[in-house]
């Protein structure tokens, strides 16, 4: 295993997908920091990754050279969706062999909610260049002996995380006479900061009151310096009323979630006003390797105050760290290694409030140029990604409004089939209940758990309606929220979704039943079509971002572990 940290990654939505997804990972180890998770996805902080070491070797290679074996390097692309090619990594070169083993290693994100096609090719570098740096070779001037291309995702989901790809010619060049270019071996390895999960607890001393007539509401917040740009919080204590000598709940921080143990942070310590603007007290800038310290030492450190022009005015106030533990977390990545599978439903609103689907106006109008309406991009785009996390592809799929389809079906392409079938068959009628539909895909997961399988399942329902039972609905998902379940709703067309944001429990309200009974977990997931659609996440993205945490979440409720399959 290689001894990675987790790093910044390249600009864009991707640059900070880690912050909110480890932030929900480890938060799922006890309390909810649902503050901090709002905040975050609120300015599109969305995902969960890990950092994956892959490492490469080849058999059977063609042998390119006159008087001696071929000297192979492996070259590395991202392949974008419009099929753009971008190199992001060189191996080594192997002298003289046909079965080479890098030993140079490519480090990357793993992103569960996107799927990253890469894209390999393999060079036999001249005699002449092996000399020279491997980033300064011109590949047109070397041998090409072969090319594969895969998704990350299907390595990551091998029970031994190694796939054998078959390598060919390029794509566009005719047929050689010699059709045989060997294997490449690609394994993947989970960077062991991916797994650490640091725990603290803070304690401050000789706090100065901001209030006036009574004591300050101190609360703590942990932020992540960046490169570029103000600090991003990362974790974020509870309020403590009227103490000014208050020791906090444990917060639980992850590496990865921070960059590395050396990373600086930034730990403000606010008096919490009800509207919002909360009065800083005092902030000290160390990473967790200084924590820990100042741990071990029995130490505190004292909170400093900006007074402007760059300048810290020193407090009496201290921190202290009271605990620091790290420990091993079992993550996403394994459970999928042990065998865990995501199994894929579907649930499309048939109502008649979407138009006569024979009409360009109807929000189920099937273009017969082939561009896609908002349910089969919402069908499709999820599908991509989560096909990859169930083996047999059978997906089932409902309708409401009607109940034209009959799962399960193959693949996302007879989702599709059905869908349009069904479009020309059915009466659309009414009204938007989700409860049904919900109780039959708790029926699937809780029959799947009593036999002991490995399955997390799935829900997307795809609806352009106000929900007309949301009592009822609420029940369901509460009852659910013990079952290996996880539900995605995306929002189509203009309708009012305010009650779909009651679902869905990211600003810290978990859902009540109508008996008073409390969720014992969030399993809803929200995204409104039309607020993503013109924006840097995709619906895919956005929609996908909580499973990881939600799946974690349940596994952690009901200790189950990763066992290794035999």
């Known amino acids: 295993m290689g001894n990675c940290f987790s790093e910044d990654v390249s600009s864009g939505p991707g640059a900070t997908a880690s912050v909110s997804g480890a932030a929900s990972s480890s938060s799922a180890l006890a309390t909810t920091n649902d503050a901090v998770d709002y905040y975050l996805k609120s300015r599109g902080y969305n995902g969960l990754f890990s950092q994956i070491e892959l490492s490469f070797s080849a058999t059977n290679l063609r042998d390119r050279d006159v008087l001696s074996k071929s000297d192979p390097m492996v070259v590395v692309y991202k392949k974008e969706k419009d099929e753009t090619l971008s190199e992001v990594f060189r191996s080594e070169v192997v002298l003289n062999s046909l079965a080479p083993k890098w030993i140079k290693k490519f480090t990357l994100a793993y992103h569960f909610e996107t799927v990253q096609t890469l894209l390999f090719r393999l060079y036999d570098v001249d005699t002449q260049y092996q000399n020279s740096r491997e980033e300064m070779l011109k590949l047109d001037d070397q041998q090409f002996l072969g090319e594969a291309t895969c998704a990350l995702s299907e390595i990551v989901t091998k029970s031994t995380r190694t796939i054998t790809l078959e390598l060919k010619r390029k794509e566009g060049f005719a047929a050689q006479s010699q059709p045989h270019h060997g294997k490449l071996i690609v394994h993947a390895e989970e960077c062991l900061a991916s797994k650490i999960t640091t725990e603290i607890v803070f304690r401050c001393s000789s706090l100065e009151s901001k209030d006036l007539f009574s004591k300050s509401d101190p609360f703590l917040v942990v932020s992540k310096i960046v490169e570029h740009g103000t600090p991003i919080p990362v974790s974020k204590t509870e309020v403590m009323k009227n103490n000014l000598n208050p020791i906090w709940k444990p917060l639980f921080l992850s590496v990865q979630q921070v960059g590395s143990k050396d990373s600086p942070l930034i730990i403000e310590c606010s008096d919490f006003n009800s509207n919002g603007k909360h009065s800083l007290i005092g902030k000290v800038q160390k990473s967790l390797a200084d924590l820990e310290k100042l741990h071990l030492a029995g130490q505190g450190i004292n909170l400093s105050l900006p007074t402007g022009a760059g300048q810290n005015k020193v407090l009496k106030s201290q921190l202290f760290v009271e605990k620091f533990t790290e420990t091993v977390q ?31 106006d109807s929000l189920h109008y099937v273009d017969p140029s082939g561009h896609l309406n908002a349910y089969q ?49 059915v009466s659309l009628a009414g009204p938007t209940l989700f409860g049904p539909v919900i109780n039959s895909a708790a029926m699937t997961a809780s029959q799947s758990l009593a036999q002991g399988s490995r399955r997390y399942y799935v829900l997307l329902i795809i609806t352009d309606g106000v929900i007309t039972d949301l009592q009822e609905t609420k029940d369901a998902l509460v009852s659910a929220s013990d079952l290996p379940l996880s539900i995605l709703i995306v929002g189509v067309g203009g309708a009012d979704f305010k009650e779909m944001e009651i679902l869905d429990a990211d600003r810290g309200d978990r859902l009540e039943s109508s008996t008073g009974r409390l969720a014992s977990r969030d399993i809803v997931q929200f995204v409104a079509l039309r607020d993503v659609q013109h924006g840097e996440i995709s619906v895919v993205q956005a929609l996908l971002a909580e499973l990881p945490s939600q799946f974690l979440t349940y596994m952690r409720i009901r200790n189950m572990k990763p066992i290794p399959l035999m």
């Not at 439903?345 to 024979?358: E, K, L, Q, W, Y």
């Not at 059978?394 to 079938?421: K, M, N």
């Open 377 to 425: 991009r919402a069908i499709v785009e999820l599908g991509e990604v989560l096909q990859f996390y169930d083996s047999d592809k059978r997906f089932p799929a409902w309708g409401f409004g009607a109940r034209p389809i009959d799962g399960p079906v193959d693949g996302i392409q007879g989702i599709l089939t059905s869908y349009t079938s069904a479009l020309f068959n």
């Open 330 to 360: 079992h993550t996403f990545l394994e459970y999928l290694a042990s065998g865990f599978e995501l199994s894929f439903m579907v649930a499309i609103d048939f109502t008649a409030s979407n138009g006569n689907p024979r009409l360009p």
